[in-house]
């Protein structure tokens, strides 16, 4: 079955006219697993309840899961500050460690990030959300009082979640993931996919190893950058290049799609993102791959 029909096929529990309305949204070329304001505000005239049209949007985001794996197929759905909805799944790499994978939960957050939100209001998600994803949800700004949503039960809010949470003020940290001010790179070279990786650094969360990176991946379509996310716990941090991949399934594209891919990070940093994208990207292909420091 196609991802398009697949898509449309998840929309079964939703009204006929959402239906109608998101299935000439999908069907665009330039789709990318996110709804804007205007368009929810459509949604909202045939599904006033927010909440209930959020846990609708699960099965459609569980089509973007690839979970060659464990075969478990993840989605999330979340509702912005803005406005705005995003779809996120699980991604699984054949080849790679286990550690490597990326949660539902971390691929809607990307999403919404990278489009320029800076929270989120609720959280929709097909199951209950690990504890790996409980903590790198708890470096969101007014994480505790985003309302999860889970199936077959009542809204929660996330503080009840992860009771007797460890966050980043424990380690005297002030910035939130999604809201964190732009990092300083003087660097000014004249190669487009480069400068893109430099905009992706700048945006890049990492205030405990202070080791900010970016990625960006071009393919004969479009251009794909990913931002390095850390987390107090370190451990449930996400790699620039699992952001870029997330947005890049997000859009619909394959993995052997790519054709060249830039890091940019810091000389000496205390976290490097060189050797361990090495090994990621050997796996998925093979691919132009450069590596810039500043």
């Not at 109608?20 to 709804?35: C, G, N, S, V, Y």
């Not at 889970?150 to 992860?162: C, D, M, S, T, V």
């Not at 940290?173 to 300083?184: A, C, F, G, T």
Request: net charge negative; charged share 15%; with cysteine.
């Amino acid at each position: 079955m196609s991802q398009t029909l697949n898509q449309i096929t998840s929309l079964a529990t939703l009204a006929k006219p959402i239906q109608r309305l998101i299935k000439d949204i999908i069907e665009q070329p330039t789709f990318a697993a996110h709804f804007s304001p205007a368009q929810v505000q459509q949604f909202a005239e045939y599904q006033p309840d927010m909440s209930q049209m959020l846990r609708d949007l699960v099965p459609l985001a569980q089509t973007y899961s690839h979970a060659p794996i464990s075969n478990f197929n993840v989605g999330a759905v979340a509702l912005g500050a803005s406005g705005s909805i995003y779809l996120g799944a699980n991604i699984e790499f054949v080849g790679q460690t286990l550690s490597q994978t990326v949660h539902g939960e971390q691929c809607v957050i990307t999403n919404a990030w990278s489009h320029g939100e800076t929270h989120l209001t609720q959280l929709a998600i097909s199951a209950a959300p690990c504890g790996h994803c409980r903590q790198f949800i708890n470096e969101l700004s007014h994480a505790k009082d985003l309302e999860v949503l889970l199936p077959q039960q009542p809204a929660i809010r996330f503080e009840k979640l992860l009771p007797l949470s460890f966050g980043p003020s424990d380690l005297g940290v002030s910035d939130r993931l999604m809201s964190s001010s732009p990092n300083e790179i003087t660097i000014n070279p004249t190669d487009t996919l480069v400068q893109k990786a430099i905009s992706a650094a700048q945006l890049s969360y990492s205030p405990y190893s202070n080791s900010p990176s970016g990625i960006a991946i071009e393919t004969a379509n479009a251009t794909y950058t990913g931002s390095y996310a850390e987390n107090c716990a370190y451990n449930p941090s996400l790699a620039p290049l699992q952001g870029a991949l997330i947005n890049l399934r997000l859009a619909g594209e394959k993995f052997e799609s790519i054709e060249r891919v830039v890091l940019v990070e810091k000389t000496k940093a205390n976290v490097s993102q060189h050797h361990i994208n090495q090994r990621m990207l050997s796996v998925l292909g093979s691919f132009d791959y450069t590596r810039v420091l500043f």
